[in-house]
C-alpha cells in the first residue's frame, strides 16, 4: 500500500505556499530589531561519537552541510565540537549533514555515515542539534533532492515530505526488525529515485540484497563498520570471515589500516 508522504497542495494551498517566503520575509524585517521569528543564522552542534569510533580511530574531522537561502548547498570543516553562522533556508524544511572524517587515515568525507537535522524539527535557541538518527532524514532529504532536480518532480520535493511521520515509521513493527536497528542497510539513493517517480511506498524500506563474500583477516584487532549504528567487531589475524557485500565498496576501518569489500573481491589498505 502507498503511503501519501507527500502534501499534494489544493489551490487555495498553493497561493499560500507561493506567498508565504515574501509573508515571512515581512514578519522577520518587522521583528528583527527586537525578536526576531527566525535567526538568519544558527549554530550546528555535533554529536557524540558512537562506541569504539574514538579509540579505534581518534578525533575525527567533520564536513558540515547545509542549503542557505539561495538553495545553494554550503559547506564547512572543522575539528570542533560545534559550529556557528549557518545561514540556512528556513522558509521550508531544510537539512543539515556532516560528515565524520580522518584524512591522516585514508578516510574521506562519504566514507563513514554522517549525522544530520532538519530544521525545524531540530532546532530552538538558535540552535540546530545534530543526531545519528538525524543523519538518515537529512540523507533522504538530499536525495529526494537529487532525483527530483533529474527531472520533473512536482510536488514530490523533500520540503513537501512529510518527515515526522517518517519518522514514526521508521520505529514501526513492520518495517524490518535490522533496518530499524541499522536505517543504513536501505539503499536511500534508490528509494528516492522511485519516490519521484512513482510516490513513497514503505515497502521499499528494506535491506538491500547482499552476497557473502571470504575474507582471511590481515590483522587482529577491532574493526569498526561506516554505519554508527554497527557494534565494533573483534576479528583475529588470519581467521576465515564471512562478510555480507554490496556492489559499493564497503569499508571497514581498524586501528591498523583499512578493510576495504566488494562483491567478489577484498582489500587491505594498512595505515602508514
Request: glycine share 8%.
Amino acid at each position: 500500500m502507498k503511503v501519501p508522504f507527500f502534501t499534494l497542495p489544493s489551490r487555495r494551498r498553493r497561493e499560500i505556499v507561493r506567498w508565504f517566503p515574501v509573508i515571512l520575509a515581512g514578519v522577520v524585517g518587522i521583528s528583527a530589531c527586537e525578536n526576531p521569528v527566525i535567526p538568519s543564522a544558527y549554530r550546528a552542534e555535533l554529536p557524540s561519537l558512537p562506541p569504539g569510533w574514538e579509540e579505534i580511530l581518534g578525533s575525527p574531522q567533520w564536513r558540515v552541510e547545509w542549503i542557505n537561502p539561495g538553495g545553494e548547498i554550503k559547506s564547512r570543516e572543522t575539528e570542533a565540537s560545534s559550529v556557528s553562522g549557518l545561514d540556512i533556508m528556513v522558509e521550508w524544511t531544510t537539512p543539515v549533514i556532516a560528515y565524520p572524517f580522518w584524512p591522516e587515515r585514508g578516510i574521506l568525507p562519504g566514507v563513514f555515515r554522517p549525522a544530520g537535522a532538519l530544521f525545524p524539527f531540530d532546532a530552538g535557541n538558535r540552535r540546530i542539534t545534530l543526531s545519528w538518527r538525524g543523519g538518515i532524514d537529512a540523507w533522504v532529504y538530499l536525495c529526494l533532492r537529487d532525483a527530483g532536480s533529474a527531472g520533473d518532480a512536482g510536488n514530490r520535493q523533500p520540503h513537501y515530505f512529510d518527515w515526522p511521520r517518517f519518522r514514526l515509521l521508521m520505529e514501526d513493527p513492520d518495517i524490518a526488525e535490522e533496518v530499524r536497528l541499522d536505517p543504513w542497510l536501505t539503499d536511500w539513493q534508490d528509494l528516492a529515485v522511485r519516490t519521484v517517480q512513482s510516490g513513497f511506498d514503505r515497502r521499499r524500506i528494506k535491506p538491500v540484497k547482499t552476497q557473502e563474500l571470504l575474507v582471511t583477516i590481515p590483522q587482529s584487532g577491532l574493526y569498526l563498520g561506516t554505519s554508527p549504528f554497527q557494534e565494533p567487531l573483534f576479528w583475529e589475524k588470519d581467521k576465515p570471515v564471512l562478510l555480507p557485500v554490496t556492489e559499493k565498496v564497503d569499508t571497514y576501518a581498524a586501528a591498523g589500516g583499512l578493510l576495504r569489500c566488494t562483491t567478489g573481491a577484498w582489500l587491505w589498505i594498512p595505515r602508514e
